[in-house]
């Protein structure tokens, strides 16, 4: 009978997502994953807040999120939350600096790992050009919301030439097309830039929080509407660090395997628990780091991976 139950509530989850039950049960799991890392505020000024009109009224009505969700602890400013995601560890960086002052020599961080299982990966990074690696900030760019390239594998060690950075360090404005194409890698990291992501306040809106959720609304409805969502996705929304002390942070999950519905609960996570769950929808091993300390996120889930 609980069977049955769940069977049917994961019909119903498939089909309000828009994707046929028969083409997501094919797969049996999640095949393909986006991040979207936001910047500096608090679940308590996201939920609720009158400036978050589509996150609040259209997103967690439908989508499942953490209550507990934190960066690790002391763990500030961006930079070292970044690496974390990406590595399980910050290497000791307390400082956002760029590339040239903390790149590391590990192979052991996600995109590599996952490269090495021919899991496809791409960040798209918002404001970058595409022509080269991109180490360095400019503009709207800042290079320390970007981990993939403080790795020396992944820029051949600083290279701004570096073909294999290029080819996966990819400027924003070929995501939509990308999607529309299904021209889709199966990890996808992506960076709003500094007006978009809520770390700054840009004209013409002068509201960081209403500047990501504006930025959201445009965005988001990209990929639940792909072919890739539809065939088996999965969205994580979160924060890149807290304000004012160790605090929650937002983590959201949507997918058609999401408990979804407004679902939410109050285990602890943190960074960590991301980079686990990645690491278990694409059977990646060995965990990294902190990723097999941490709780991961399958309670968010009706099915997982």
């Not at 595409?130 to 020396?152: E, M, Q, R």
């Not at 407004?262 to 285990?267: E, N, Q, R, V």
């Not at 628990?273 to 990294?288: A, M």
């Amino acid at each position: 009978m609980k069977l049955a139950k769940s069977l049917g509530k994961l019909a119903m989850y498939l089909s309000f997502a828009g994707a046929p039950l028969a083409a997501v049960a094919q797969t049996g799991h999640i095949q393909t994953v986006w991040v979207i890392v936001m910047e500096n505020h608090n679940w308590s000024q996201i939920k609720g807040s009158s400036s978050a009109p589509y996150i609040n009224n259209t997103v967690l009505p439908m989508a499942s999120h953490a209550e507990q969700y934190f960066n690790p602890p002391g763990n500030h400013p961006s930079l070292p939350n970044y690496l974390w995601l990406e590595a399980g560890t910050n290497f000791g960086i307390r400082d956002d600096n760029p590339p040239s002052s903390h790149h590391q020599s590990t192979t052991q961080h996600l995109a590599t790992l996952l490269q090495n299982k021919a899991v496809s990966w791409k960040t798209y990074q918002e404001n970058i050009t595409g022509t080269t690696c991109p180490l360095t900030s400019s503009g709207l760019y800042a290079v320390k919301h970007n981990p993939f390239v403080y790795f020396d594998d992944t820029t051949n060690t600083l290279n701004p030439n570096s073909a294999e950075c290029i080819n996966h360090v990819r400027p924003f404005t070929e995501f939509a097309s990308d999607l529309a194409n299904n021209n889709v890698s199966r990890y996808n990291f992506i960076t709003p830039n500094l007006c978009d992501d809520m770390h700054d306040s840009c004209s013409p809106l002068r509201n960081p929080v209403k500047q990501g959720d504006t930025w959201l609304s445009q965005n988001l409805p990209l990929i639940l509407n792909s072919a890739a969502y539809k065939a088996g996705g999965a969205v994580f929304i979160t924060w890149d660090e807290s304000e004012g002390g160790d605090v929650p942070i937002g983590m959201i999950v949507l997918s058609p395997f999401a408990k979804g519905a407004g679902f939410s609960d109050t285990i602890h996570y943190t960074h960590g628990s991301t980079l686990r769950t990645i690491q278990e929808i694409f059977g990646v091993t060995p965990l990294i780091r902190d990723a097999a300390n941490q709780t991961d996120l399958k309670n968010l889930f009706a099915v997982f991976p």
